[in-house]
């Protein structure tokens, strides 16, 4: 009976020293020092950043954090959830900032409690890479013919149309094979709205979106799945992000602008693409771009904050130093950009988001000056 | 004299008798309440741990129909907007908001049916030569330990393994017989399953098979049968309902796998016109599209995926558990 009832006191007791360690550790997630949390605890949340969303400015984000670190002390913690996820979280409330490839849409912008601006951060670009061995020269895609192949209506390489404005090169007769991404991303949410804009067909049989009903082809799961594909097949077209094409030496076409230039992606033909007038909210797709030298499948990706930052217990210290930090990065933290195969921010998109950072405000008062 | 040493010697003995006889009397005493209280606590200690388990066992019942009702209250959206007809719609487009989960249901189904197929007469083969043939030395044992070892390997690293092995030898098989040959597909993804599944039955199969009475085989064997005819007619019609059990674990595994066959699936939308085309299941569909689903509707309607999976699972048991119960009859 002793036995038992010691048995389960000790039980007990383990149990519940378990539950108020995990507590514990929950109170000290991101906290370096535990011992004085006491003492310091709203200072030491002040001190980091929470943040969620797109897994395309990970890598960038990865490394301006951690210089940004080094010189202000801020710690951010970034999830690489995806774009949804991330604002997803920022209506919950669970992170200070999210980070989406892709503009809040209505249903989303209605299900937040307050207005969410959008700050420009960084630019990529979609490109549209194949797989075809014996072929020296890069070849060259129109929208028409872009949307063609991945409605499936042109269904060899060797097809009249694609012959049409590749004039002197040699078209093998293999299948064409589209690779697309299996998982919803902001990839294909780029690449859709821009085959959207140039092709009415595209758009009211299948639309944009981050996944979308695909009429032909093979879903690979993330770029390397897409990469995957097309280097296994002969024949393998697919559309990959320009920074992992870049950096695994893929083969990837010139794209007709709207314009009318064959414009290789490249980091400077991305940023020019954002040359243009951007509004004053930046809620503006790049894709297929009016700039006469910008690569037509670019895209802006923004960080998105809440523009009243008094909301549940936030100090005014903590918003302060959340919007220094995001006006750094559109400034400073943009030389990163280059190294890691990111566009720079344009001259134009750099202008609309300090002016939008000024309108965030902290109880009703602006936080920057 | 005598008589007065004789009443000595009688109380004498009587005095021991009576010491022997008191004492015998409280050791029994002390034991009798030795006993209880051992017995009391006992009793006790059986009592809680008849209640530990209880507690726990309704625990896990608990957590199932938690998950099964998180399920259905989260996709009562999409059961509202689509209806019963989410079951037969041909097309997922979630920029139009149409869901139609056929396709993946096909495509679950198949996979899983085919990986079956093509596993069974391997898990039999291992689970009759590891329970009959060859129960003990050290070629059995690494098979023994290699079969189980293929239940313990991550499966993104079949899905891999498959990307970069199997997709172009099933593709220039695809080529030889004449059809599209992608590589990836319903076919690529049964084969990564069956490998997959190959250790449940197994397993199962030849613990059963070692259970059967060496009398009853001895019986066979004395009446002139041979190997073959004592597996065939005593073994297997003894561990039936064992193996069948195991094919039931093994679907059980092939339905809910994910990553594995994600890789290698091809992934489209499209409702497969062969097994060799590319398909896609609600494993996958799920596992993809859950991140990025960026309105309402979608999210419930991948929710609503994920309850058809789990009633899938739980029909398909229930048939498997009346199909035991009638071989075992």
């Known amino acids: 009976m002793k036995k038992v009832k010691t048995l389960a006191l000790t039980a007990f007791a383990i149990i519940v020293s378990g539950g108020m360690m995990l507590v514990g550790c929950n109170g000290g997630t991101g906290n370096g020092s535990k011992a004085d949390s006491t003492a310091n605890s709203t200072s030491d949340n002040d001190n980091t950043i929470l943040g969620a969303g797109s897994t395309f400015d990970n890598p960038l984000f990865s490394k301006m954090f951690s210089e940004y670190n080094k010189t202000n002390g801020l710690k951010v913690n970034y999830q690489s959830i995806g774009s949804g996820g991330g604002i997803q979280q920022l209506t919950s409330k669970t992170v200070d900032f999210g980070a989406s490839d892709a503009p809040l849409n209505g249903k989303q912008d209605s299900a937040l409690s307050g207005p969410v601006v959008h700050v420009p951060v960084t630019a990529g670009a979609v490109v549209i890479s194949y797989n075809l061995p014996e072929l020296k020269d890069t070849l060259n895609f129109t929208p028409d013919v872009l949307a063609k192949m991945f409605l499936g209506e042109i269904k060899k390489w060797n097809d009249p149309k694609i012959a049409a404005i590749n004039k002197g090169v040699k078209l093998p007769a293999t299948d064409i094979l589209i690779a697309h991404r299996s998982d919803g991303s902001g990839t294909t949410n780029i690449f859709t709205t821009y085959l959207s804009k140039v092709s009415p067909e595209w758009d009211s049989k299948v639309g944009k979106g981050s996944s979308v009903n695909w009429p032909v082809g093979l879903g690979g799961k993330g770029n390397e799945g897409v990469a995957g594909s097309i280097k296994q097949t002969p024949g393998g077209v697919g559309y990959i992000e320009l920074a992992y094409a870049m950096q695994n030496n893929m083969a990837f076409g010139k794209l007709q602008n709207k314009a009318g230039n064959f414009i290789t992606p490249s980091i400077a033909s991305v940023t020019s693409a954002a040359n243009i007038t951007i509004p004053a909210d930046a809620k503006v797709s790049l894709t297929n771009t009016d700039a006469p030298d910008g690569y037509p499948i670019s895209g802006l990706s923004w960080v998105l904050v809440y523009k009243e930052q008094k909301y549940s217990d936030r100090s005014a210290d903590k918003a302060t130093k959340m919007l220094k930090l995001i006006q750094w990065m559109i400034h400073d933290g943009q030389q990163y950009s280059g190294a890691l195969n990111y566009a720079p921010l344009s001259p134009a998109a750099v202008t609309v988001g300090d002016a939008i950072l000024k309108t965030v405000t902290y109880d009703g008062k602006p936080i920057l000056q | ?329």
């Open chain 2, 1 to 329: 004299m005598e008589t007065t040493a004789n009443n000595d010697l009688i109380t004498r003995s009587e005095n021991i008798l009576e010491r022997v006889i008191t004492s015998t009397k409280i050791r029994d005493a002390v034991k009798g309440i030795k006993r209880i209280r051992r017995s009391h606590r006992q009793i006790r200690a059986e009592n809680v741990f008849r209640r530990t388990l209880t507690i726990v066992g309704l625990v896990t019942v608990l957590l199932v129909m938690g998950i099964m009702l998180t399920l259905i209250v989260q996709s009562t959206l999409s059961i509202k907007t689509t209806g019963i007809s989410y079951l037969w719609g041909k097309t997922w487009d979630p920029v139009r908001d149409i869901f139609g989960a056929y396709p993946f249901l096909l495509g679950t189904l198949l996979t899983s049916f085919l990986a079956l197929f093509i596993s069974i007469p391997f898990s039999f083969a291992v689970a009759i030569f590891l329970g009959e043939y060859y129960p003990k030395g050290w070629l059995p044992n690494l098979l023994k330990n290699t079969v189980e070892l293929i239940a313990a390997v991550p499966s993104v690293i079949y899905g891999f393994w498959g990307l970069a092995v199997l997709v172009p030898i099933v593709r220039s098989f695809e080529s030889s017989i004449g059809v599209d040959p992608v590589g990836l597909g319903i076919f690529t993804s049964s084969l990564i399953l069956a490998i997959m599944v190959i250790p449940y039955a197994a397993s199962l199969g030849q613990s059963m098979i070692k259970m059967v009475p060496a009398n009853l085989k001895e019986a066979a064997y004395s009446l002139g049968a041979t190997r073959w005819e004592v597996i065939r007619s005593v073994i297997i019609p003894y561990t039936k309902s064992g193996l069948f059990a195991g094919i039931l674990l093994s679907l059980g595994r092939a339905l809910g796998e994910t990553m594995a066959v994600t890789m290698v699936i091809g992934n489209t939308s499209l409702i497969p016109k062969s097994i060799f085309a590319p398909g896609n299941t609600m494993a996958s569909v799920i596992a993809n599209e859950f991140t990025e689903a960026d309105h309402p509707v979608y999210l419930s309607a991948l929710i609503e995926l994920g309850l058809v999976l789990f009633l899938v699972t739980v029909v398909i048991n229930m048939i498997g558990k009346r199909l035991t119960k009638q071989f075992t009859n």
